[in-house]
T-cell receptor, first 116, second 113 residues
Framework: KAGVTQTPRYLIKTRGQQVTLSCSPI?????VSWYQQTPGQGLQFLFE???????NKGNFPGRFSGRQFSNSRSEMNVSTLELGDSALYLC???????????????FGSGTRLTVV | ELKVEQNPLFLSMQEGKNYTIYCNYS?????LYWYRQDPGKSLESLFV?????AVKQEGRLMASLDTKARLSTLHITAAVHDLSATYFC?????????????FGKGTKLSVKP
């Protein structure tokens, strides 16, 4: 079966611009979570969506936002990009929300964002 | 707040040797996951540990979970170069702003001939 699809794979943006990243979860999975990975901070939680609703949000500024569509696909948006936003952005798909995921979380290939 | 600590953070091994990576966490959880990440790549799921005493093995890797001790181990047997990667443990925990999956900092494993 198809895995988690993230697009685009690579992005180069200029400071001040905005960017939208997309994540299509495994078919049937309704929960999508987003993580930012940087060498200094490691993997940090951004948000979780379930049934088109944001259920949980990490400690990131309001420039980071997201949404989920009725087909469970999710997008995240970063406005007014800063150099420090350069990172690998990963989305994770799971069958159910929160604890109790017997099948774990499947990650997409990620989007490598570089802000110059 | 749940804290997940892995050690060691860096591990240089010779091929053929055995070693164990440890993952301690600070709050009760019954589910723990191990992931592998190659440079520039995403996270590949290795093991899903769902209960106390769970033990899973795949090739040269074996993972175990002791929920009472809040400890998981990833044991590497007779290491080979192909195992060189960064290994993360992650604890399933509905932790509000921390998210559902709390990661350790990762163990960067380098296997040398």
């Amino acid at each position: 079966k198809a895995g988690v699809t993230q697009t685009p794979r690579y992005l180069i943006k200029t400071r001040g611009q905005q960017v939208t990243l997309s994540c299509s979860p495994i078919s049937g999975h309704r929960s999508v979570s987003w993580y930012q990975q940087t060498p200094g901070q490691g993997l940090q939680f951004l948000f979780e969506y379930f049934s088109e609703t944001q259920r949980n949000k990490g400690n990131f500024p309001g420039r980071f936002s997201g949404r989920q569509f009725s087909n469970s696909r999710s997008e995240m948006n970063v406005s007014t990009l800063e150099l420090g936003d350069s990172a690998l952005y990963l989305c994770a798909s799971s069958l159910v929300r929160g604890t109790g995921s017997n099948y774990g979380y499947t990650f997409g290939s990620g989007t490598r964002l570089t802000v110059v | 707040e749940l804290k997940v600590e892995q050690n060691p953070l860096f591990l240089s091994m010779q091929e053929g040797k055995n070693y164990t990576i440890y993952c301690n966490y600070s709050t009760t959880s019954d589910r723990l996951y191990w992931y592998r990440q190659d440079p520039g790549k995403s996270l590949e799921s290795l093991f899903v540990l769902l209960s106390n005493g769970a033990v899973k093995q795949e090739g040269r890797l074996m993972a175990s979970l002791d929920t009472k001790a809040r400890l998981s181990t990833l044991h590497i047997t007779a290491a080979v170069h192909d195992l060189s990667a960064t290994y993360f443990c992650a604890v399933d925990y509905y932790g509000g702003s921390q998210g559902n999956l709390i990661f350790g900092k990762g163990t960067k494993l380098s296997v040398k001939p």
